[in-house]
């Protein structure tokens, strides 16, 4: 008996490595539901919204570095996908999208449901396509599949209704994929160039990103051969930062003064494998060399005087037999040694406990570095939150962490969790949400709790919108409608089916975490954090001071004396970290 078109898909999937599905079904899906069913090779996870799907599905593909699978059924369905396949697609993780679509005779006449799926998923994928007949279904999903593997992103492949039952009809090309990693090495020429700046120069930092990850030990020679100090992304921060001698931090946004000022004083900067998009923390008049695989990408964030196309890992291979031994250290000495100081501050802030009702969420933060452990995987919501885990986290090379780090979307953390404890069971997975992250897609821990997925919920309920208010501030705005009515997290979690505890008290931070971390299964601890707490980057404009100060002035004129004195009291252990 021949196989019809949803049999011939979940095949494909299989063959591919896929593990699992992440959709919500209905329309054409039935029939894939059913194929999946009947092969009991693969997974059907019935996830409550499909944004939640399309998250899971890029987390499980940043961690295993094969492709994913999810779904979405027509119209309204589909287009829940489209806010997950843009974090995935300009996170590099090779996802396949299966979007359901209305019957291909009804295409064109505003049928029930009908969008134009090419021009939705356009912009958020490297192939984008609907079949229509059974003969274009393999080459067309094969098509999808193998770009998304190879270039690292989102390939789409939509599915009529009528299709998904039909017979299959054999295929014109190959339905197998075939996963590459080829080593792309720059000209010897090239290679020599960057020799002969790097040896000749004094004040080199190094800058790394998520594109180093596999070059930790040539990267840490290089950095031994120069003298120089490590600076590197929030993204590539449990990559790049473990076993590390000359690290000196984070730089941008959430990151350290160390880190910034290492890059800005440096006379000749080598970007590794980042594409770090804020120019204001890269220098203007530096010697730039920049390495990456995606020669697009060079020389777009700032001006550079040598641009590389290569893997970093192979590169430095290449590289590191023309670099010799730098004797001088004074460069290095000068900003470890501001690093030293950074992390004492640090250490400083994250000692103070805060007060009932408002905890402080460095010392949160710092408890969970505490216990995770060596191995857990952290998924982190965009916002406050970041900055916490940027600041407090520590890699031990073993550890790995994901967020909504290139598209910058609220509400990725607990779905992100969802893929990584499917696809890694064995190990602890944490999720470091934010009160109005968790608050988007808060159906989803029915999710977490129908699987039996072990997941630790970590949530930093500040009442707010806590980088938008900060945002607000040093535009000299007053914040307006950041302040969030939310449900006890604790109690939620009970009536999923999972337990919760509420934390109001700073005392009782470590045992109750103790107690989570030690706990089986899916467990959410909601921490009442402090709102005010200050997250300063490690530069300051004048106008953001000036803009805060703005901003206190229009809540004392608004008659908000309170929450002006709240602010301030709060923020004075945070001195130490803006001078």
């Known amino acids: 008996m ?86 995935a697609h300009r996170s590099g993780a090779p996802v396949l999208a299966i979007t359901s679509t209305l019957p291909s005779f009804e295409m064109g006449t505003q049928f029930f449901q009908e969008t134009n799926t090419i021009r939705l998923f356009d912009d958020c994928s490297h192939c984008n396509q609907i079949a229509v007949n059974p003969v274009q279904f393999p080459r067309m999903m094969q098509g999808a599949m193998q770009a998304a593997i190879s270039r690292r992103g989102v390939g789409v492949i939509g ?97 350290m003064p160390s880190g910034y000022q290492s890059i800005m004083d440096a006379e000749v900067l080598l970007m590794l494998g980042t594409d770090f998009p804020y120019e204001n923390f890269l220098p203007d008049d530096t010697h730039v060399i920049q390495v990456d695989i995606n020669a697009e990408r060079l020389g777009r964030r700032v001006h550079v005087a040598q641009g590389v196309c290569g893997d970093v890992k192979c590169t430095l291979q290449e590289l590191l037999p023309l670099i010799r031994q730098k004797n001088d250290t004074k460069f290095l000495d000068k900003h470890l040694k501001t690093y030293e100081k950074t992390r004492k501050d640090l250490d400083e802030v994250m000692k103070i406990k805060g007060k009932e009702g408002k905890i402080s969420p460095e010392y949160t933060m710092c408890t969970v570095n505490t216990l995770a452990a060596d191995d857990a995987i952290f998924t982190v ?88 208010k900060l945002e607000m501030e040093v535009a000299g705005l007053p914040d307006w409608q950041t302040d969030m009515y939310n449900p006890d997290f604790s109690r939620v979690a009970m009536s999923m089916g999972m337990p919760g505890y509420n934390v109001n008290d700073p005392e009782e931070v470590y045992p109750v975490l103790e107690k989570v971390f030690n706990t089986k299964g899916p467990v959410l601890v909601n921490i009442n954090t402090d709102p005010d707490a200050l997250a300063m980057p490690p530069k300051i404009e004048f106008q953001q001071m000036t803009g805060f100060a703005q901003a206190m002035y229009k809540l004392l004129i608004d008659g908000r004396i309170g929450e002006i004195k709240d602010t301030f009291d709060s923020n004075k252990r945070h001195i130490k970290e803006v001078f």
């Open 2 to 87: 021949a196989k019809n078109i949803s049999e011939k898909l979940v095949d494909m999937l299989v063959k591919a490595g896929v593990r699992r599905i992440y959709a919500v079904t209905g329309d054409s899906l039935n029939h894939v539901n059913d194929a999946v069913r009947r092969n009991g090779k693969i997974e059907w996870i019935h996830v409550r919204h499909e944004e939640t799907g399309t998250f899971a599905a890029a987390a499980e593909a940043q961690l295993h570095g094969s492709l994913a699978c999810c779904a979405g059924s027509s119209g309204p369905g589909h287009v829940h996908l489209i806010n997950g396949l843009y974090d």
């Open 159 to 255: 599915l009529p209704g009528d299709l998904s039952a039909q017979d299959e009809k054999g295929s014109l090309t190959s339905v197998d994929v075939f996963a590459s990693t080829p080593c792309v090495i720059p000209q010897p020429e090239e290679i020599a160039r960057m020799a002969e700046v790097l040896n000749n120069s004094d004040k080199i930092t190094l800058f790394c990103g998520i594109g180093a990850k596999e070059a930790h030990k040539e990267l840490v020679e290089l950095s031994r051969l120069l003298n120089a100090p490590v600076v590197y992304t929030f993204k590539s921060k449990m990559e790049i930062q473990y076993d590390n001698p000359n690290e000196v931090g984070l730089t941008g946004l959430l990151g």
């Open 381 to 468: 919501d965009t916002g406050m939150t970041c900055v916490w885990g940027a600041r407090y986290l520590q890699a031990t090379g073993k550890r790995q962490m994901i967020g909504s780090f290139n598209h910058g979307s609220m509400a990725n953390a607990m779905p992100q969790a969802i893929g990584a404890a499917l696809a890694f069971p064995d190990r602890q997975v944490v999720a470091l949400c934010g009160d109005g992250g968790l608050s988007m897609l808060l159906g989803d821990l029915a999710t977490i709790v129908q699987y039996k997925l072990p997941v630790k919920l970590i949530v930093f309920n500040n009442r707010s919108l806590g980088m938008v």
